[in-house]
């Protein structure tokens, strides 16, 4: 949903514009545009002072970029710096993260292929850890992740898909 659209030759710009996936809103963006280059699709925005850009190549390949997104439900994106190919590669930073019944002053992940590393800060207590992706090429954003942070004789547990993630204290 948008407030404004405006069409160009090889591109769509939106204003003030809502995100959903599926019934989940995802943040609202004051700009979103969706733009054609050779050999992919790029959508690009702003939101809070911050800005993003996602390219999907033709082979299924994600490059997303970001930093500073304050709009995002549940999280701020401090920074991303992601490639999602035949595994995933690269950093992410979320600030004032809301998870289910878990709340976080910090989340950083550090992926590696089919691997990655976390660390995990929530009032004066930090957790560290790793875990692993289970690619799927089919639908890269469904790969499932798992993994374990410790800290102060507490296990976090770190599991769903890259686009649903949930984080909890193990019990």
């Known amino acids: 949903m948008a407030e404004g659209v405006e069409e160009r030759l090889l591109s769509l710009r939106l204003r003030k514009a809502q995100i959903y996936i599926k019934d989940f809103k995802l943040g609202e963006f004051e700009s979103l545009e969706l733009s054609f280059g ?82 995990a800060k929530t009032a004066s207590l930090t957790f560290l850890g790793d875990g692993v992706i289970s690619f799927n090429k089919q639908n890269p954003l469904s790969s499932t992740i798992n993994g374990k942070l410790l800290g102060s004789g507490m296990t976090m547990l770190l599991s769903g898909t890259l686009n649903n993630l949930s984080l909890e204290f193990a019990r």
Not at 63 to 70: E, F, M, Q, T
Not at 103 to 109: A, G, K, Q, R
């Open 38 to 119: 050779t050999f992919y699709l790029l959508l690009s925005g702003q939101c809070a002072g911050g800005s993003f850009q996602i390219k999907l190549y033709l082979n299924k390949e994600i490059v997303a970029k970001g930093k500073d997104l304050g709009c995002i439900k549940n999280a701020q994106v401090k920074s991303l710096d992601l490639r999602i190919a035949e595994g995933v590669k690269g950093g992410l930073e979320l600030t004032n993260v809301k998870l289910k019944e878990l709340s976080l002053d910090e989340l950083s992940l550090n992926f590696k292929g089919n691997v990655f590393s976390g660390e």
